[in-house]
C-alpha cells in the first residue's frame, strides 16, 4: 500500500490510518441516515451504545426493501450500484484507492472493483467470523471499522454492502489483501462458501460482483448505462483524481472519467458554452477540523442561477445550511468589495442575494462526520455546524480571491450590478403591471375545470394541450380528483420571457392561478394546490415542444415542484391495434411490433398490455388477415409477408381519441402510466433547455430534429 497516493493530503487523518484491526460497533436495527434514501436512526428510540452489541441479520432488508433502497423498480435497481460504489469512492476519499472500476455484463450481473485496501478479511471479536462475512451479513454500524478520511456514508462505510447482498440472487465478494486473495461467495444474502484463501496476489482492493433478486425487484436488467454514467461521473468530480472507468458489455460503450480540478472541472463543465465573466473559476478547499468545505464558482452571462450543494457526495437538491451560508456570504463579500471600491454607494442600493445569484455557475460540497437531512425528499442539509463554516471559508476566500483579482472582480461587480439596476427596473415595470391587475383578484381562470377535492395530496391537474383535446379530457376525467386546464397554442418562450412579461401572458396566468402557489419571490410550494401535476400534450413535435416549454418554465420558475415530484408527464398511446373484437392501445413502436408479432403468431398473451374490453380470442379470428384499409391505411408487413393483418391507427393528437378513449389510455390511474420529472440530471436539463429555448435559434432546430422522438420522453 505504500505505493498508494492519497487523492487528497487534507482529506487523511494519518492518526486513523495505521489502525490496523477495525472495530466493529454493531447497530440494532440497522439504520443508516445518509444518502437520503436510507431510513434515518430515530433518537427517539432512545439508542445508546451499549444497546447496540446485537448484530442483525438481513430479513428485515428482504421484507421491507423500499425502506434501505428506495423503490423495488428501476431506481432501485441503479440504488444497489450506488451503494457498492460509494464503497469504494469512501475507499478513494481516504486516500486508499486510486481507482473504482464498474462493468456491466451480459447477464445483468454488475462488478464494481477498486484498488483500496480492500475489506478487512480478519476474524471479528464478537461474531469469531471473517470481518468479511460479517460486513457482508449483517446489518452493522460499520463506521466505527477504523475509519481513515471520510466515511461518506454517513459515518457508516460499508453499510449498504450487506444491504445489495440481501437483495441480490447471488454475490461474490472478492478481495485482494496482505499479499492473499480471499473470496465469498452469498445467495440471497447467506453465505454459501466460507471465506476462502486463494492465491498470493499483488493486487489490492475490493471487488463485488452480483446479480439483483428477481424476487425483489421488478425487473433485474433494465439498467441503464446514462444513468450508470451520469451518476459515476458525478462522483468523479466530487473525488478530484479519482479514475472512474465504466464499461457496459451489452453496448460495449465504455467510459473513463478522472477529473483533477474536482469541482472546478465541474463548474467549468456546467458553464458549458455560456460567456464567462471570470476565468477560471474561482475555487477552495478547506478542511476545518473533521469538516471540509470545498467551492467553486463562475459567473457568466446568463441569467439564472446554477448552484449545485453536495453533502458526503449527495446531491441536495433542496439545499440546506451550507446553501444558505454560502449565498449569504457571496452577497456580503459581493457588498463589501463594492462599496470599498466604490461601485456602490455606501448608503445606496446594496446588492441582494437575487442580484448576485444571476449568472452564477457554482459547485458546493461539503464532508462531514454526521449529516442530518430534512425536507420532503430528504435532500436538504440541516447541520446548523456547517453554515457557518460555509460562510466564513467564502468570505475570506471569495473576499481574497476579488482583492488578488481585480480585472475579475470588476467584471463580477459590473455583472451584479447590472443584475441589480434590471431588478429595480423590472419592480418598477412589475408595480405597475400589477396595479393594472396581472394576477387580478386572484379568481380561478375560467377555463380550469378544477375538482372538488381540495386535499392538494389527492388532486391532480391535467395541463392539456389545445382546447380540443380538453373538452375530451374534461369529458373524460374522473371530476373528483381530476382537475383540467387547458392551454391555447404555445405559452410563452420563458427563457427569453422575463417576469412581468409572463405574468401578462394569458396562458401562464391562468396557470399561475390555477397552481395556486404565486410566482417569483412569492412563490411558495406549499400553497401549491395538486400534488401531481400532469402536462399532457400530443405524441409530436408540437407537443414535444409545449413540453419543453412548460418544462422550462417549472424549472426557472418554480423549481420546488420538480424538487417536490409533483411534476408529470403523461403518455398517451402511439397506436391503436385491432383486431376482431380487441382492441390494443400501445405507447411504443417497439410494444406494436410486438402485438403484431403475437397476432401473427396466434400467441395472444392476454393480460397486461390490453386496456379496454377484451373479446374472445378464438383461433379463427387469429388465423384471418383483415383485409381493407385501416383508418390510417397502414399495411403490415411482418416477416416477410405481406398481409393486413389487423387495423393500425397512428394517434397524432390527443383530440383523436374520445373521452372515454382518453380516460382509460391516459387518465385512469389504474391503468395510465406517467412519467415524473425529476431534477436529479438538471446539468443536462438546463442544457437541454438552453438549446431548445436561448437566444440561438440554430442548435435548436438542430436539437428538435435529431430529437424529435427523444424529446417525447425527455427525462430531467
Ligand atoms: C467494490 C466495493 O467495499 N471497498 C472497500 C471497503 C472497505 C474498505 C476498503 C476498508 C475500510 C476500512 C478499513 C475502514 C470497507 N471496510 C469496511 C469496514 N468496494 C469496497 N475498501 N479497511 C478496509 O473503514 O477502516 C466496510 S467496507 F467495515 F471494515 F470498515
Known amino acids: 500500500m505504500a505505493s498508494k497516493k492519497p487523492i487528497k493530503k487534507s482529506t487523511t487523518k494519518s492518526s486513523n490510518k495505521s489502525r490496523k484491526t477495525p472495530k466493529v460497533e454493531v447497530l440494532r436495527p440497522a439504520t443508516k441516515p445518509a444518502r437520503g434514501s436510507l431510513p434515518e436512526a430515530k433518537k427517539s428510540d432512545g439508542y445508546s451504545a451499549k444497546d447496540i452489541q446485537v448484530l442483525e441479520g438481513l430479513k428485515p432488508v428482504r421484507k421491507r426493501p423500499g425502506m434501505y433502497i428506495g423503490s423495488t423498480g428501476v431506481a432501485g435497481l441503479h440504488h444497489l450500484i450506488w451503494e457498492i460504489v460509494d464503497n469504494s469512492i469512501d475507499e478513494a476519499m481516504a486516500g486508499h484507492a486510486t481507482k473504482v472500476a464498474l462493468v456491466v455484463h451480459k447477464d445483468a450481473t454488475i462488478t464494481v472493483e477498486d484498488d483500496g485496501r480492500g475489506i478487512p478479511v480478519d476474524k471479528h471479536p464478537i461474531t469469531k467470523k471473517s470481518a468479511l462475512e460479517t460486513i457482508m451479513t449483517t446489518l452493522h454500524a460499520g463506521g466505527k471499522f477504523g475509519g481513515g478520511g471520510y466515511k461518506v456514508s454517513g459515518g457508516l462505510h460499508g453499510v449498504g454492502a450487506s444491504v445489495v447482498n440481501a437483495l441480490s440472487e447471488w454475490m461474490r465478494v472478492e478481495v485482494g489483501k496482505d ?20 492465491d498470493a496476489t499483488k493486487w489490492t482492493g475490493t471487488r463485488v460482483t452480483w446479480k439483483a433478486d428477481k424476487e425483489i425487484f421488478e425487473t433485474v436488467d433494465n439498467y441503464s448505462y446514462k444513468t450508470i454514467i451520469d451518476h459515476l461521473r458525478q462522483q468523479a468530480y466530487l473525488t478530484k483524481g479519482v479514475i472512474v472507468d465504466v464499461k457496459d458489455e ?7 472519467f478522472k477529473f483533477d480540478g474536482g469541482i472546478k472541472e465541474y463548474v467549468t463543465h456546467l458553464a458549458g458554452s455560456k460567456n464567462k465573466i471570470n476565468e477560471p473559476p474561482f475555487y477552495v478547499d478547506k478542511q476545518i477540523k473533521d469538516h471540509r ?16 450543494a453536495f453533502a458526503n457526495n449527495i446531491h441536495n437538491t433542496e439545499g440546506g445550511t451550507h446553501v444558505v451560508g454560502f449565498r449569504a456570504a457571496l452577497t456580503r463579500t459581493l457588498n463589501n468589495y463594492g462599496k470599498k471600491n466604490n461601485l456602490i454607494k455606501e448608503n445606496g442600493d446594496a446588492l ?19 449529516p442530518q437531512f430534512e425536507g420532503q425528499t430528504k435532500s436538504k442539509l440541516g447541520n446548523t455546524e456547517i453554515r457557518t463554516m460555509v460562510e466564513s471559508v467564502t468570505n475570506d476566500y471569495f473576499g481574497s480571491y476579488l482583492e488578488e483579482n481585480p480585472t475579475q472582480a470588476r467584471r463580477i461587480l459590473n455583472k451584479v450590478l447590472l443584475a441589480a439596476r434590471a431588478r429595480l427596473a423590472a419592480r418598477a415595470a412589475r408595480e405597475t403591471v400589477l396595479r393594472k391587475g396581472a394576477l387580478e383578484g386572484m379568481t380561478l381562470p375560467g377555463k380550469l375545470a378544477d375538482c372538488s377535492e381540495r386535499d392538494p395530496a389527492k388532486s391532480e391537474l391535467y395541463i392539456v394541450e389545445g382546447d380540443s383535446a380538453g373538452g375530451s379530457a374534461k369529458q373524460g376525467r374522473d371530476r373528483n380528483f381530476q382537475a383540467i386546464l387547458p392551454l391555447r397554442g404555445k405559452i410563452l418562450n420563458v427563457e427569453r420571457a422575463q417576469l412581468d412579461k409572463m405574468i401578462a401572458n394569458n396562458e401562464i396566468k391562468s396557470l399561475v392561478i390555477a397552481l395556486g402557489g404565486g410566482i417569483g419571490e412569492q412563490f411558495d410550494v406549499d400553497k401549491i394546490r395538486y400534488h401531481r401535476i400532469i402536462v399532457m400534450t400530443d405524441a409530436d413535435v408540437d407537443g414535444a415542444h409545449i413540453r419543453v416549454l412548460l418544462l422550462t418554465f417549472f424549472y426557472r420558475y418554480m423549481r420546488d415542484i420538480i424538487n417536490r415530484g409533483y411534476l408529470y408527464i403523461a403518455q398517451p398511446p402511439l397506436y391503436s391495434i385491432k383486431k376482431g373484437k380487441e382492441q390494443w392501445y400501445v405507447y411504443s413502436d417497439e410494444e406494436k411490433e410486438k402485438i403484431l408479432e403475437r397476432i401473427k403468431a396466434a400467441d395472444l398473451e392476454k393480460k397486461s398490455l390490453k386496456v379496454g374490453k377484451k373479446g374472445k380470442t378464438t383461433d379463427e379470428e387469429t388465423d384471418v388477415a383483415v383485409e381493407g384499409e385501416t383508418a390510417e391505411g397502414e399495411e403490415v408487413t411482418v416477416e416477410g409477408g405481406h398481409k393486413k393483418i389487423a387495423d393500425i391507427q397512428r394517434y397524432k393528437g390527443l383530440g383523436e381519441m374520445n373521452p372515454e378513449q382518453l380516460w382509460s389510455t391516459t387518465m385512469d390511474p389504474e391503468r395510465r402510466t406517467i412519467l415524473q420529472v425529476t431534477v436529479e440530471s438538471a446539468a443536462q436539463a438546463d442544457e437541454i433547455f438552453s438549446t431548445l429555448m436561448g437566444d440561438d435559434v440554430a442548435p435548436r432546430k438542430k436539437f428538435i430534429q435529431d430529437n424529435a422522438a427523444a424529446v417525447a420522453n425527455l427525462d430531467i
Do not use: C, M, W
Open 293 to 308: 468545505v470545498e467551492i467553486s464558482l463562475q459567473y457568466t452571462e446568463d441569467f439564472n442561477e446554477n448552484l449545485y
Open 179 to 198: 499479499g492473499r486473495a480471499y473470496s465469498q461467495e452469498y445467495k440471497r444474502g447467506e453465505p454459501i462458501t466460507s471465506v476462502k484463501q486463494g
Open 250 to 256: 451489452r453496448s460495449g460503450e465504455s467510459d473513463h
Open 352 to 370: 441582494t442575494g437575487e442580484d448576485v445569484r444571476e449568472g452564477l455557475v457554482a459547485v458546493l460540497s461539503v464532508k462531514l462526520p454526521n
